[in-house]
Each structure stands twice: as C-alpha cells, then as structure tokens.
C-alpha cells in the first residue's frame, strides 16, 4: 500500500499499517506550512469551524484570541484535535461540512469562522487561511509504484492529484487500486480504476479497513 497524505498524519497511518502487518511505502504528495494570518474579533462570530486538525497545528498563537469560541468539528478526530488544544467543541460531525454546518445553525451558531486551508471549497462560514499544503515534486519512478498498489486517499485534493500524476506518467489507471477516505474523495478521483474502496466513516482505521478488504491475497512463500 502507498500512503500519499502529508505529516504528521502519515506516521499515524504508517504506524496503523504496520501494525496490520501490511507491506507500506510512503510517497507524500503535499507538505502542510503555517500562513501568516491575524486573527479577526472575536464577538462577531459564534463558533469556530475546524475541518483539518491541521488549522491547530499551524495556526500559532492567533488561536489564543479565539480561545472563547466554542468549536464545531468536522469530524471526530478534528474534535479531539480541538480538545487536546483546549478548546471546547459544541458540536461534531460526521465528516460532512455541509451537514455540519446546517447542524451549527440550528444550534444557534450560525455566524461560523472556519480556519481553513488555502485550497478549500466554500463551507458556509467566512474564512481565512491559516495553513497551506503545499504540492511536492513527484518523480516518474515514483508515480510507477502506484500501479499494482493500493494507494491511500484521505483528501480530495490527493484524488485529484494522483490521477493527474498517474495520467501524466501514463499508467494505466486498470492498474492502479485506491481507497477514499469518503464519497465525496472518491468522486474527485474520478473513473478507470482497478478499484475503488471507501471507508465506511471517514476515518483513518475505517480507510485502512478498506484498503485491506480490497487488497488480493498474498501468495505463499
């Protein structure tokens, strides 16, 4: 299997295979990198909306203002992100911003500030930018071991840049097996797989369970 995801999330996902007794390579397609940013009042909005631990990671000590505001979790994981920070998180997710967001209005906390990534989609909250993930050079002898693989999607942004990478070098996609972290990564990834696997919840342990139910038996020594 090939992970693709950036640090430090990677050791997590390597250190998870490993322990599964699974043959892993690790070929990151991004590198995450605080942004400069300054931190807006905090009496104009309700909550914070969290979609990556990674605006914890980088967001520096900007975070101290909005300490107040409670948080709105993507997802589990986001969420204890959040609490080991020592934020207090309202609500938590399923892994679907939009939902999410819908919940946090009828909740009562409809004006959100979502620190966010540079490359993201619209989430219904005013944003700003706070880290960036940063596309690494990818070699051609690189993009040759995804083929007869199973290559780890936890993002769709790494959707959309392994088949471009994989089109690029001109691998056949016939060849190459992948596991998405949700629909929506699956989607971006787009047709002419081997196969597809997505995770039952978007989660790292559920994406591994994927990858491993696709993955064909391996031959005896």
């Known amino acids: 299997m090939i992970v693709v995801r950036p640090a430090p999330g990677d050791a997590r996902t390597l250190e998870r295979l490993a322990a599964r007794g699974v043959d892993v390579e690790l070929i990151p397609l991004f590198a995450v990198r605080p942004v400069a940013w300054t931190p807006p009042e905090p009496a104009a909005f309700d909550a914070l909306l969290l979609t990556s631990a990674n605006a914890l990671r980088h967001g520096g000590t900007g975070l101290d203002r909005l300490r107040r505001l409670p948080v709105v979790a993507v997802g589990a994981a986001t969420a204890a992100a959040a609490r080991a920070a020592g934020f207090v998180v309202a609500l938590t997710g399923d892994g679907d911003v939009a939902r999410v967001c819908d919940e946090a209005a009828s909740a009562g906390l409809g004006r959100l500030l979502h620190l966010a990534g540079r490359d993201r989609k619209a989430a219904g909250a005013t944003a700003i930018t706070v880290y960036a993930s940063e596309a690494l050079a990818v ?78 038996p391996r031959a005896d020594k």
């Open 139 to 216: 070699s051609p002898d690189d993009v040759a071991r995804f083929a007869g693989a199973t290559v780890l999607l936890h993002s769709a942004r790494a959707a959309t840049m392994v088949a471009r990478l994989v089109d690029r070098d001109g691998i056949d996609r016939a060849r190459v097996r992948l596991a998405a972290f949700s629909p929506a990564v699956a989607a971006a990834v787009g047709d002419g797989w081997q196969e597809v696997a997505i995770a039952s919840a978007p989660t790292d342990p559920a994406l591994i369970e994927a990858a491993i139910d696709q993955r064909p």
